[in-house]
């Protein structure tokens, strides 16, 4: 946190708006200490004069000086301000959270009048709250502290429903603990900073609604002043004297500034960045080694030495280092790993959707003999948008919500092929039918969350069905998926497959189902390809450590109930954090010196390919101890 | 040693019914897996026993006597499914164990327990210091475990806890599970909709489908010879059990 600080505190923004509170808070404590006698001296003699000499900003009616008064004025109207703050962030939080508090009906009740006095405008309750509680500042205070309540406790209430539904509220109810005590231990602390963040930039709302109340003449009165009341003297006499009101003016201009941009700084400090700062990484550079070997017709798919780079908390980051391999028509490659293997990155910088902040290299990258590295131009775009299919992991997202599922499959027929509205919606309704969604011309018409999952992975294969696809990318289509739906939806893969010859790379973290849909397997580990394999010798010819600790480590109908699973040590290697050498050896039971010194090329035949000094040794027995006792 | 009874249990959310008229035992010391799939009810089922749902008719019992859902003694606790949201981000591990103890007894006790507890899912009691940002997903799925296990609870839902793990860790808290029933005898409601887990764990298993029960009996038996038309076609359909075409 305070790293953060002095991080933002360096930005022009943040210095600005620290030393423009520091100055501010400074006048409100000194100012009258240093200048209230000035302020008051009353001088008959030199009434309404202009700004000259002794007088910078002239005299008002009493002869005073208005400059000192405007200075002087910096503590009532600050601490005014801070005040009504002080009563709109306890009022909204009383407000906010008390349907947590008080059970489902009176809540819902509360939540009504919080969202119906919301609708009101700030000014006008305000107002009303000034005539109720009577002219002067206290009643000014109330009023709009009062005013600010609503659109804070609103605030409070989305933030108090979004962490209430988590799972460590759901723990302490179930382990009893009492819902004051859920309140201030688990929700307040959690949503803390946006509400800071609403009170800091609250304070300039409310010094400027201060001023505007006293200057209606509704806040302070006669003899206190603050910037407002000073103003509503000063705009009468504003032709004769015209800094009289200028001063004041440029006052509460200033601090609602200095307020409002250190809200701004407060929110860089605290929420919006979260952590990292970005390193830019560098631009495309052209490509300095060029593969030029011709490569075979029938190959798709071609990646040659294809790295990601990525910005990271302490430099750029390569989750994916070095991947190398080739699809050709009609196979189905399956790309296996866990969390932090590169996996997702190596799909998504296939298929040209690694975001701006990456960067993609690779000696060769084809997709059908086109180079895929180069700048995008409408030729290359067409050529994704109806060679390739891509099929992502959450059906829930990956379609547009507002539109109708018809229409954005005819979207491809309409931008790559030139083909007119109509006669795309018939081809969307058509592919509909081919991926087996029952009643596809009623189905083109609604809308995505009118799908079930099943259906709209379905949905999206028959978009990359659109035009004639020579592969199709899918990076776990399944994971999020029942298993009787999966099943439905491989089927459906496998199908298309055989129709029409097209190729497949399927990513997913379950060996299973890579080994049950795939001709060929790639066993990814911290972002390289340890073992390249035919799927049929998973189960009994894998050669790398990590293939068969992970085959191993997945319970199926056979495994031996007498006993303990299989695991792995450790945990998956974190791409920010990778060692020299093998990233495999610090969990491998074969690993020696020259494993943690030098990584393994992949080396192999045609067939079958290893990364590992030890291919094919025995694995020494599983012990039961092995369950180690594991430290963060 | 306690049983769990769900008797013609129904969960009712205005229309609809998500689950309905569901009669089950764990019976004691034993571990029950509940599978099905997405909309069967069998979060639902697990939330009306911890009184995170409305109960709209039937009964759910701890040998006899009702499952208290208000008041400091929870005798039937719950592990979530996600480990990034079951622990709060800003107390530390053992802060989020002791919580749920039961209350009445000295901070040193306390810390001692949290320290039993840690060594028991086989955990460095050193992490009680630790925020969970610094665990991974196995960890925090025990720690999940630990704070279970410290309100002394009888009966154990685990709801889909190894759902989102990674698979190389996965087997490391199913081992865990295993352990816990044979060493502190404790009843487990293991509800999962992956087939091979459950028959790992799992000494009964029951197959829910549209908020009914379709199938239920000794694990070996459901899951080689399934009766239900259901069940075989969940069985049908684990990747791996049939060759590729």
Redesign the interface.
């Known amino acids: 946190m305070n790293r953060r600080w002095s991080r933002v505190v360096r930005t022009p923004l943040g210095l600005t708006a620290t030393v423009l509170m520091a100055v501010v808070l400074a006048l409100a404590v000194l100012g009258p200490l240093l200048w209230d006698a000035g302020a008051e001296a009353v001088d008959t003699d030199n009434i309404m004069a202009q700004p000259a000499g002794a007088h910078l900003a002239g005299t008002d009616s009493l002869g005073r000086d208005i400059l000192l008064r405007v200075l002087v004025a910096t503590r009532l109207s600050i601490g005014l301000a801070l005040l009504a703050v002080v009563i709109t962030v306890v009022a909204g939080l009383l407000l906010g959270s008390a349907p947590l508090l008080v059970g489902r009906r009176f809540g819902r009740l509360l939540s009504a009048a919080v969202n119906v006095a919301v609708a009101f405008p700030g000014l006008l309750l305000a107002l009303f709250f000034a005539v109720v509680f009577g002219v002067g500042a206290t009643g000014a205070v109330m009023a709009i502290g009062l005013a600010g309540a609503p659109a804070f406790a609103r605030l409070t209430q989305t933030l108090v429903a979004g962490v209430a539904a988590r799972d460590y509220v759901s723990a302490a109810r179930v382990a009893g603990v009492g819902r004051a005590r859920i309140l201030f231990r688990h929700v307040l602390p959690n949503i803390a900073e946006p509400l800071v963040v609403n009170a800091t930039i609250g304070a300039g709302t409310a010094l400027l609604s201060f001023a505007g109340l006293s200057f209606l003449g509704l806040g302070v009165q006669s003899p206190s002043y603050d910037w407002g009341r000073l103003l509503y003297d000063g705009i009468g006499v504003i032709y004769v004297n015209a800094a009289a009101a200028l001063a004041p003016g440029a006052a509460v201009l200033l601090a609602g500034l200095a307020f409002n941009l250190f809200g701004e700084s407060v929110a860089k400090a605290l929420g919006v960045s979260t952590g990292p700062r970005v390193v830019r990484v560098g631009g495309a550079e052209p490509p300095v080694v060029e593969d030029t070997r011709a490569t075979p017709s029938d190959v798709v798919l071609d990646v040659r030495d294809l790295e990601v780079v990525v910005p990271g908390q302490h430099g750029p980051v390569r989750p994916v280092r070095g991947v190398s391999f080739a699809v050709r028509r009609g196979e189905a490659v399956g790309i296996v790993g866990e969390s932090g293997s590169g996996k997702s990155l190596t799909a998504l910088a296939v298929t040209r959707l690694v975001g701006d902040d990456g960067r993609v290299d690779a000696t060769r990258l084809e997709l059908l003999g086109h180079d895929l590295r180069a700048p995008d131009t409408a030729v290359r775009q067409r050529l994704l948008g109806t060679s390739l299919a891509m099929v992502f992991q959450d059906p829930m997202t990956s379609f547009n919500p507002g539109r109708r599922i018809g229409g954005q499959l005819a979207e491809v027929a309409t931008h790559h092929q030139g083909m007119r509205r109509r006669a795309a919606l018939a081809r969307a309704v058509d592919r509909l039918a081919a991926v087996r969604i029952p009643d596809a011309a009623t189905r083109a018409r609604q809308y995505p969350h009118e799908f079930s999952g099943g259906m709209r992975q379905r949905a999206m294969i028959g978009m990359g069905l659109m035009g004639s696809p020579a592969l199709i990318v899918a990076d776990e289509p399944t994971t999020a998926l029942d298993v009787t739906v999966q099943q439905q939806v491989l089927d459906l893969l496998a199908s298309i497959r055989a129709a029409d010859d097209v190729a497949l790379m399927l990513i997913s973290h379950d060996v299973a189902v890579v080994g049950e849909v795939c001709d060929r397997v790639l066993v990814m580990y911290a972002g390289r390809i340890v073992e390249d394999l035919p799927a049929a010798d998973l189960a009994g010819s894998a050669r790398h450590p990590y293939t068969r600790a992970l085959i191993d480590a997945v319970p199926d109908m056979t495994t031996d109930l007498t006993e303990p699973l299989a695991t792995i040590p450790g945990r998956p290697v974190d791409p920010a954090d990778v060692p020299p050498g093998c990233a495999y050896a610090a969990r491998c039971p074969l690993a020696d010196d020259r494993c943690r010194a030098l990584d393994p090329e992949l080396t192999g035949d045609a067939t079958h390919r290893v990364a590992c000094w030890h291919a094919g040794e025995p694995l020494p027995a599983r012990h039961e101890t092995d369950e180690l006792v594991e430290s963060p | 040693m306690s049983e769990l009874l769900f008797e013609d249990v129904t969960v009712r959310y205005g229309r609809t019914t998500a689950v309905d008229g569901v009669s089950l035992a764990v019976p004691a010391g034993e571990i029950v897996g509940l599978v099905g ?2 909309g069967s009810g069998k979060s639902t089922l697990a939330k009306a026993a ?3 749902a409305p109960l709209t008719a039937g009964r759910i019992s701890l040998d006899g006597v009702p499952v208290p859902t ?5 005798p ?3 592990v ?3 480990p990034y ?7 530390t591990i053992g802060e ?1 164990v002791a ?2 103890m039961p209350p009445g007894r000295s901070r040193a006790a306390r810390r001692t327990e949290v320290e039993r507890l840690l ?1 028991l899912v ?3 009691p ?2 009680a210091a ?1 925020l969970p940002s ?3 997903g ?2 925090r799925q ?1 720690v ?1 475990l630990a ?1 279970a296990l ?2 002394d609870p009888r009966v154990v839902i685990a709801d889909e806890i190894t759902s989102a793990l ?7 808290v ?3 599970v ?1 352990e816990l029933r044979r060493e502190l005898g404790l009843s487990i409601l293991f509800i999962s ?5 459950v ?2 764990v799992a000494s009964h298993v029951a197959v829910m489908h549209r908020g009914r029960v379709v199938e239920h009996g000794p694990a070996a038996r459901v ?1 080689a010879e399934p009766s239900h038309e259901y069940t075989r ?10 060759s ?2």
Do not use: K, T
């Open positions: 799939e997405s911890v009184g995170l208000r008041g400091r003694h929870r039937l606790q719950m979530f499914q996600d949201s079951s622990l709060d981000p800003r107390m989020s919580e749920a060594d086989h955990l460095d050193a992490s630790a610094r665990l991974s196995g960890q025990r999940a704070r410290a309100a990674d698979v190389s860790i996965q087997g490391a199913l081992n865990l295993r909709h992956n087939l091979a887990v028959r790992y899951l076609e969940l069985l049908a359909a684990i990747p791996g059990r049939r590729r075409s």
